[in-house]
C-alpha cells in the first residue's frame, strides 16, 4: 500500500523539515515593511495573514497572523494539486474507455475532468472540436464492425455518486464554477447555450444553438430580442432534472456561450453518445432515429454489478500535466475535486469520494509538514468552494517550499501555476515590472481574496514563497493592492539578496 511506503520514509521527512524550520524563530526582517503595506492599503477590518519564506536560507521574511486558521478559497487548490502530484506522479494520464461486449456498449470512467474541455480541445495542436471527437469515437464503433448496439452501459464507479458537496451554497449549484463531480465527466458537465436574436426581429422570443448537441434537452425561452443595449442572456436550471429556462436580452448574436450546469453528467454523456452511434447508422436500442432514443438507450451500472471487460475500440486520454494546468492556472473547480477524488481512489481502491481524498490530503500533511500541520487545517473539498475549509499562512507556505523542493514533482507544480498575463492573473499586475518570475495561486469567494506562490530568481533559482490570505473583505481593490505589493516587496527583496547576472523583466 501507498500508505506504507510514505510511512517508512517518515521519519527522515520529518527530520528535515525540523531543520529547514528551525530559523523560523529568526528576526522577521519584513515584518515592519509588510505592516506598512497593510496600514497604506486601508483594509479596515480584513483578517491578514502572511507568511514569506526564503528557500535558500530557510529564513521566515514575515509572519503576520501566520499561525491563525483562515478561509484560502481557491488556494486549496495548492494543497490538492501538491497532493495529487506525490500521490499519482506528473507522469499519470486520465483515461476513458470506449468498449464492446458482445452488443453492449461500455463506458469505462477514469473520473478525467477533461473529456471533451472545450478549453482543452482548443489547445490540443491541431485544435479539435466536440463534433470531430465525437465522430472519432462513433467511428471507432463502426470500425469494429458493429451493427447495433442494444444499450449503452456508463461505467462510473471510480468515483462515488455524490457528486454535488453538501457545503457547496445551493444557490450557486448551476453556475458552472459548482459543475458536478462524477467519474465520467463530459463538457466540463455544463451546458452551452448560443443566443441569438430572433430573425422575425424585436420582441420576439430569442433563439439559441446548443453545445453538445442534445435534443431531448428541454429549454424554455424567456428572453426577448431588443434592438438597443446589451446581452444579458443567462440561463437557470429548473427543478431536478436538466430542464433549462434561458432568460434575459439578446440583440446580437452570442459570440461566447451562456453556461449552466449539467445534472448526472455520466449518463448524459452516454446519450450523447449512444446518438452520435446512432448518427453514423447503427441502430441503438433498436432505433436508427438519432433524435428519438429514449432512456432505455442508456443506463448506469449498478453500483455492485459486475460488468466484464469486453473489447477495447477507444481510449481517450488526457495527461496530469494538461488536468494541473486547468486546475491551478485556469482555477477550474471541477479539476480539483476529479483530482482529489483520484488521489482518494488510487491510494484506497475503494471509489474515490470527498471522504478518502481529503483524508489523503490531511495524511500528507502530516507526513511531509507534522500532525501539528495536519491537525490544524481544515480539508473540506479540494477546490476551495468550501467556506469551511481552513488553513494557517505558514502550514500553506511550508507546503508550498516541500512541494517545489520535490525532485519528482517541483517542476511539474510550479509549471500549473498561472504567470502575470496567463490564467486567472491574467488581468493582475498590469503596469508592474518584476525583476524575477512569478508563478501564483489567486483564490476568490465572497469575501475572501487570496494569492500565495513563488518569486523565483531565474538563473540561482532561489525562492522567496509568500502566501497573502485576506479574510472578512469588504474592499476588494484594497485586498488586491495588498497582494500585489506584498509580491513587490518580496520581489525586491530577492533582487536584493540574488546575484544580478540574469534576471527577468516583465509581467
Known amino acids: 500500500m501507498q500508505f506504507c511506503r510514505w510511512r517508512a520514509g517518515m521519519g527522515g521527512v520529518l527530520g528535515g523539515l525540523l531543520l529547514a524550520f528551525a530559523p523560523a524563530a529568526w528576526a522577521q526582517e519584513l515584518n515592519d515593511d509588510v505592516q506598512r503595506l497593510i ?22 521574511l514575515s509572519d503576520i497572523n501566520a499561525t491563525e486558521a483562515f478561509v484560502p478559497a481557491s488556494n486549496m487548490k495548492l494543497l490538492t494539486t501538491g497532493a495529487a502530484l506525490l500521490v499519482l506522479g506528473p507522469d499519470y494520464v486520465f483515461k476513458t474507455e470506449i468498449a464492446r461486449d458482445g452488443d453492449t456498449l461500455i463506458v469505462r470512467g477514469g473520473g478525467d475532468p477533461a473529456l471533451a474541455d472545450p478549453a482543452v480541445l482548443s489547445r490540443m495542436s491541431p485544435k479539435l472540436t466536440i463534433a470531430e471527437l465525437l465522430s472519432r469515437m462513433g467511428g471507432a464503433v463502426v470500425k469494429a464492425g458493429m451493427t447495433q448496439v442494444s ?9 462515488d455518486r455524490e457528486r454535488v458537496h453538501a457545503v457547496w451554497p445551493t444557490d450557486q449549484l ?112 433498436g432505433s436508427k432515429n438519432a433524435d428519438a432514443l429514449d432512456d432505455a438507450s442508456v443506463r448506469m451500472v449498478g453500483v455492485q454489478e459486475r460488468l466484464n471487460s469486453g473489447q477495447t475500440l477507444a481510449v481517450v486520454t488526457t495527461p496530469m500535466t494538461e488536468v494541473m494546468r486547468r486546475c491551478n492556472a485556469d482555477s477550474e473547480n471541477l479539476y480539483a475535486e476529479a483530482l482529489l477524488k483520484m488521489m482518494g481512489h488510487s491510494v484506497t481502491r475503494e471509489s474515490g469520494s470527498w471522504n478518502n481524498g481529503t483524508a489523503v490530503v490531511r495524511m500528507l500533511l502530516g507526513e511531509k509538514l507534522s500532525p501539528g500541520a495536519a491537525a490544524s487545517t481544515t480539508v473540506v473539498d479540494g477546490s476551495g468552494l468550501a467556506r469551511t475549509n481552513m488553513v494557517t499562512p505558514a502550514t500553506l507556505g511550508r507546503w508550498l ?40 495561486k489567486s483564490g476568490r469567494i465572497n469575501f475572501v481574496r487570496t494569492l500565495s506562490g513563488y518569486v523565483v530568481h531565474e538563473s540561482s533559482g532561489r525562492r522567496v514563497v509568500f502566501v497573502v490570505l485576506c479574510n472578512n473583505v469588504k474592499n476588494d481593490p484594497a485586498a488586491l493592492a495588498l497582494h500585489e505589493d506584498i509580491v513587490k516587496l518580496a520581489d525586491e ?15
Open 151 to 159: 444499450q449503452v452501459v456508463v461505467d462510473d464507479r471510480i468515483f
Open 174 to 285: 448551476d453556475r458552472g464554477y459548482c459543475a458536478e463531480v462524477a467519474g465520467v465527466n463530459f463538457h466540463a458537465n455544463v451546458l452551452s447555450v448560443y443566443p441569438r436574436p430572433s430573425p422575425e426581429g424585436v420582441g420576439r422570443a430569442a433563439t439559441y444553438a446548443m453545445e453538445p448537441i442534445a435534443p431531448w434537452i428541454r429549454i424554455d425561452v424567456s428572453a426577448r430580442t431588443v434592438g438597443q443595449g446589451q446581452n444579458t442572456a443567462w440561463l437557470r436550471r429548473q427543478g431536478q432534472g436538466n430542464r433549462f429556462e434561458l432568460l434575459g436580452d439578446v440583440r446580437t448574436p452570442a459570440q461566447g456561450p451562456v453556461e449552466v450546469t449539467l445534472r448526472d453528467p455520466a449518463e448524459f454523456f452516454g446519450r450523447v453518445l449512444a446518438r452520435e452511434i446512432a448518427s453514423a447508422g447503427i441502430p441503438v436500442a
Open 401 to 440: 517550499d516541500v512541494i517545489a523542493r520535490d525532485e519528482r514533482v517541483g517542476k511539474a507544480f510550479l509549471d500549473s501555476l498561472a504567470e502575470p498575463g496567463t490564467g486567472t492573473l491574467q488581468r493582475r499586475f498590469r503596469g508592474t515590472s518584476l525583476n524575477n518570475s512569478l508563478r501564483a
Open 39 to 60: 496600514s497604506k492599503n486601508r483594509l479596515g477590518e480584513t483578517r491578514v495573514g502572511i507568511y514569506m519564506y526564503d528557500s535558500a536560507t530557510g529564513s521566515v
Open 493 to 507: 527583496w530577492l533582487t536584493r539578496r540574488t546575484p544580478t547576472e540574469s534576471t527577468k523583466v516583465g509581467g
